[in-house]
């Protein structure tokens, strides 16, 4: 091969995230034919894993959708919004305003209900945004990747499923990397992707959906295609995928899987994610002027966002970045229309820590100490 | 990494092809950042290779979808049929049929124009069939998958654009593999995958897009999200995707179209694919009952179908996949919708040999000689 002008960087980003050596080498498995019984060797396991990994029997049935996080989300929102219905979309950040994108995009009624950046949901406010709009289905963030924020969401769709509703979760950042009380909750749909938690490269989205979820899919005209439920649990239900996946992700998925349940072990796996939130709080404390900014109480266990000190500006930030990329990572000098809003607001911008995946404790004290040298002082 | 069951076999399918070494091994380079520069020294180089490929100018644009072909021909359907407006969906096959199928499913009102299965599309029935329709969108197939026919598409596109109509052309299983002539047909959209005659893993959809194109998308309304191909083009333009990439496959397609471009060469690339057309139709020849089933002059330069002699069912097909796998192969007994068909007709069925993608002459040659030994006998 020729030499690629490409950099070895460590990513502390907050997806894709770094990949670890076992799992590169997987993707150097066979490739097979997605309709043969090579299949099902690989996406069997993979689904039997994921239903492990979410805490879910038999009331919830699998999808993997080739694209990715993005895909599932407009899948539950095109398959179970029916039109003339009202979606409601719970907003703590970009990606709660992407949901509602994908709504209003889609041709649905949609209306949302937005809380200032760095906020978590409000239950009294979300029970009053239901009574005023009386939504059909309601759409909620679980882990918001652009503040950091995680939403309790079982309280959430307690409150959406008491009105009636019908409640999707967006569950990108998260899975893989904390609890996810999906069956709990009583969410119709969770989508989620490969690239966060799960500490594989992108290209998949998941979702878990239940009975309640594929009743109202019946009901529902227009779903598309790749963006229907029904049509991809026809597949699913026999282990495969609507259209062709990426074989080299789907080896690697494999693996991966099966190292998280039955090697690293799934409590272990959250209690890391937990260990390593401590430590970046810890971390943030010790530098004078610089604060986490997600609510308390609300705080990622898979990403953190830190408010700067006054002073320091976007571009400084990003100067930060180079200055770490010369060390060997991918530093995240924080969402950048989020960032673009704090500073007009003459608000102090944010950056962030992705602590997501397989990056462990040992690798995340050398990147604080090394960011610590780097960032400006206040 | 724990042993896995996976066996490593030849793909002799249609898609997912086989994987050459070198394009394995650039699944090890790192992963990136989607919105940091490394993303640029990738897909910068992507979309000027498969520009080069295409034989297209600055007159088009090229969109990287994540997910497959599918989502590229299911965002031209979304951004280009606006509802009200008629789309005519020429169908020589399975994949014709599925372009139907997903402007049906997008609420599109769709009419079909269908031809028997292993004829290519007759230009003086597609006159007909607009005038009678006069449709303001017409799709159809380069390189249909499920019966090895190749349509014309510069006579197909000229006859819908003298019409007045947007041409849609899916050229997934041949793009990579034979010129395909896309500025000259003057089509508004061409949709592709890296799963076939580009030798890659699925995972990327690919389009070619037309001012044009873009124009008429401006007037549709509900493009959706990722289906949207404006929304699309504002990264790309960038190049960048929408959402998060499989940075595993953007590798490998930088390492692959280098290779393609720059030292196997395009022209070679696509002589290749005909010498090995060629030595499928002497190897057909040479078994007594089995027949080419493509329409004389319309057989791909990536797949051929053949039809068995009476006597031999889809069940013996069956068998001869099994008889292969253990000699390393996986051999395909034809598309099972198809064959299905064929059968309730009392017709004989058909089996499929691809030869895309980085499958050599030699490789070919060894194959057909095992197949020629398993093959029943008429």
Chains 1, 2 share one sequence.
Do not use: W
């Not at 409000?122 to 009053?128: K, S």
């Amino acid at each position: 091969m020729k030499d690629t002008p490409f950099a070895e960087l460590t990513l502390f980003i907050t997806g894709p995230t770094f990949i670890r050596p076992q799992v590169r080498q997987a993707g150097l498995l066979p490739e097979f034919g997605h309709r043969d019984t090579e299949n099902n060797l690989r996406f069997k396991p993979i689904m039997t894993n994921l239903k492990k990994l979410a805490g879910v029997g038999d009331d919830h049935q699998v999808i993997i959708f080739n694209g990715s996080g993005s895909t599932a989300m407009e899948a539950s929102i095109r398959s179970l919004v029916a039109d003339g219905e009202t979606v409601l979309n719970v907003s703590v950040g970009a990606f709660g305003d992407l949901y509602h994108k994908m709504a209003v995009v889609n041709g649905k009624k949609a209306v949302q209900l937005k809380f200032e950046p760095g906020r978590a949901m409000d239950a009294a406010l979300l029970e009053a945004a239901i009574r005023e709009h009386k939504p059909a289905v309601v759409t909620i963030t679980h882990n918001e990747t652009s503040t950091g924020v995680t939403n309790d969401i079982v309280a959430a769709c307690k409150i959406i499923r008491t009105s009636g509703a019908l409640a999707l979760v967006d569950g990108v950042s998260i899975f893989g990397g904390a609890a996810c009380p999906i069956a709990e909750s009583g969410c119709a749909m969770y989508s989620t992707s490969t690239q966060k938690s799960l500490g594989l490269p992108a290209g998949f989205g998941i979702a878990f959906v239940t009975a309640e979820a594929v009743d109202k899919a019946g009901k529902v005209a227009n779903r598309g295609h790749s963006s229907d439920i029904l049509g991809q649990l026809g597949r699913a239900g026999k282990f495969q995928t609507l259209t062709t996946p990426n074989c080299t992700l789907a080896n690697q998925m494999f693996v991966q899987l099966d190292y998280i349940v039955n090697e690293e072990g799934i409590e272990n796996r959250f209690a890391r994610h937990e260990a390593m939130r401590d430590m970046v709080a810890d971390f943030v404390s010790g530098l004078s002027g610089y604060e986490l900014f997600a609510q308390k109480g609300h705080g990622s266990a898979t990403l953190t966002t830190v408010r700067v000190p006054k002073g320091i500006s976007v571009k400084d930030l990003k100067a930060v970045k180079e200055v770490m990329r010369a060390k060997g990572y991918l530093y995240d000098p924080g969402y950048g229309k989020l960032n673009e809003q704090l500073e007009k607001e003459g608000k102090q911008p944010i950056f962030r820590i992705g602590h997501m995946g397989d990056i462990t404790p040992a690798m995340l004290e050398k990147y604080l100490a090394d960011l610590g040298s780097v960032l400006p002082k206040a």
